[in-house]
């Protein structure tokens, strides 16, 4: 019998423990099951963890900021400071898209009706398909019973559904103002309970560590690429206003949270320029121009200035961010959308500074750069066998 299958002579046998290693195979299926289980916890509890989660970017973009002044001044003072700039400029786009978007929304109507005149000529293929499936209906609804009503149930309107996420999107905005408040002024008592809750010199070191470059190097990514897109913004309003587009501070505004979505908004954007220099100039060649405008600035700043300033260290998977926002944006809708990219990014640099998670960063990671590959060791040639 071999030390291992003993029973402890002043033990009982029935409370010996017995060491359980549980493996890929049914680790893998765990994982996805938390997974799941966490989002749909999201999906739920989306009043609450929404702002939390908007608060944790916010605070995370304001940290360099925060701790140039707590070097200066008292932290409260600072995090006060910050979040009082944030809120006016909250307060100030507030102010200044209120007509624009009003009213955008009231001739919503008269804008289909113009677009759709624009694009008469574009829909007479489509024609022969749209009456034959009116004949279709027609027939069914001869051959239905008389006597059956045909009840239509009729969705609010565009006016009734604003004025409802009116109340959701203010108190979510308020709580999260007040929750970077309190992280901003409580940033160093993150360290100290790290330092604490680590049981060795050489775990607080290391957590410390970790935690250290986590948050610098996402607070960084953060803040730099959100000055990048405001300036990205200014340049959009600029060139709509002389272009003659209705509303160039919509479009800038427009322009900075769409930025925020590589791919996704540079695609948004052009489409929408397009549409709108439709209905704004009788010149079908005039037309295309502020479509093409924003396709070439955007050109511009992702593939010239943004890899210039922020290198190629978080490039990212593009098929990872199309699935990020798609995932978001199913559970939180638009504010899901705009913070897919800013989690992902999180995400990724959380994967590649923990060990257990490095595989995870890998497939997030963008293409490795040439000089990257070409500080790889040669691989071995493996004889083939004939």
Sequence with gaps: MSADDQTPINGDPATTKIPVKVGSGVKAPLIIMATISVLAVFDYAESLILPVV?????SLTLTPINLWLQRRIWPGLSAFILVAAVTLALAMAALTLAQPITGFVNDAPS???QLKERLEQFRKPVETITEASKEVEEITKATSDPLVREVVLREPGLLNRAASNIGNIASTLVVAI????????????IYEKIVHASPKL??????LMVVNNIVTTVSKYLLTITIINACFGLTI???????GMPSPALWGVAAFLLNYLPFVGSLVGTSSGVLMGLLTYNDPIWAVVPGLAYFTITTIEGNFITPHILGHRLEVNPVAILLSIALWGFIWGVAGVILAVPILIIVKVMSDNIPEMQ???TFLSGPTPLAEEEDQPPQMDVPQLP
């Design 54 to 58: 908007l608060a944790f970017v916010v």
């Design 359 to 361: 595989l995870f960063g």
């Design 237 to 243: 309003a600029l060139v709509m206003f002389l272009l």
């Design 202 to 207: 050489s775990d607080k070191k290391r957590s």
């Design 111 to 113: 804008i289909g009706r």
């Design 178 to 189: 007040a929750l970077t408040y309190f992280l901003l002024v409580t940033n160093r008592l």
